[in-house]
């Protein structure tokens, strides 16, 4: 179980007050892990961190005087990105792990789903999805992994060792099947082109770190977590359940073990490589 000890390694999450993100902090405090919480909701993530380290908030599982920052960071600005590499560097010395979780996702509960009929976000058909939506998709989920692992790059290979993550989707190995966003008598919603292709864009890079760092002690690999409930209506949830092996969506919880072995010597022979963790999803 020593394996996937983290204890006194420095951790950054962006995207840290996420759905996803919050739960890869509290995973990597758990492990002994002293963390950075990154995200643009500069508010949320000071609250987030201040639930990690208050023992006495009873929605905290972290034991007291864990080692807990919290850090505004807009993945898309290389200042805002190397401000948050010097802070994490000022407050603890070293940057051993890096989890690259922030990325814009057309989501579709139930809020998402209103603003969307309502006219507040694109509908996501492929022939007017807008240019500057695009644009702003490939700035968020793709320059910004690019930026945050150059930026991480520069301290870990100075300390000669360095874990980065990087999360794709099973949208980045298969395209979305559109029908399950369709609802009966509203207009057709569909999962925009930039998702898939920001995430295979994920994993392209993934790949490339992974053979640029050979032999400087750098891994560099991806998780592919498909849908994760999050207070979807029960129309989704059944469409998507029907086409996931074991027949249901993900917890929030259910991809901790695997960020937890990706950034520990657990998986210290792997890197390059791509976990997929989507209920069978794929496999079909």
């Known amino acids: 179980m020593n394996l996937f000890d983290v204890t006194g390694r420095v951790a950054v999450v962006t995207g840290g007050a996420g759905l996803l993100g919050a739960e ?19 508010e949320a993530a000071k609250s987030f961190a201040v639930s990690l380290t208050n023992s006495q908030n009873p929605t ?53 789903l209103i603003s969307s009929l309502e006219g507040e976000m694109p509908a996501g058909n492929f022939e007017t999805y807008p240019l500057e939506a695009w644009q702003q998709a490939l700035e968020v989920n793709l320059t910004g992994a690019f930026l945050c692992c150059q930026a991480a790059a520069v301290p870990m290979l100075a300390r000669g060792k360095g874990v980065m993550i990087n999360l794709s989707s099973i949208y980045g190995l298969t395209g979305p099947d559109q029908r399950m966003y369709q609802r009966p008598g ?83 022979y792997m890197t390059g490589a791509n976990l997929v963790i989507d209920g069978g999803w794929t496999a079909w």
Request: glycine share 6%; hydrophobic share 40%; net charge negative.
């Open 24 to 42: 890869f902090c509290k995973t990597l405090a758990e492990a002994g892990a002293k963390v950075v919480v990154a995200d643009l909701d500069n």
């Open 60 to 112: 905290s599982t972290v034991v007291p005087n864990r080692d807990i920052l919290s850090v505004q960071v807009d993945v898309t600005q290389p200042a805002s990105v190397h401000n948050m590499v010097e802070a994490t560097l000022q407050a603890f010395g070293q940057l051993d792990i890096l989890v690259n979780s922030a990325a814009l996702d057309p989501k579709f509960d139930p809020q998402h």
């Open 186 to 268: 509203q207009p057709p919603q569909y999962k925009p082109v930039y998702y898939s292709v920001t995430k295979w864009g994920i994993l392209g890079l993934t790949q490339y770190l992974a053979t640029y760092f050979a032999g400087k002690n750098i891994r560099v690999n991806a998780i592919s977590p498909g849908g994760v409930f999050n207070g979807h209506d029960e129309t989704f949830v059944q469409s998507y359940s029907s086409r996931a092996i074991m027949g249901r969506m993900a917890r929030k919880d259910e991809l901790n073990g695997a960020l937890l072995f990706l950034a520990s010597d657990a998986s210290s």
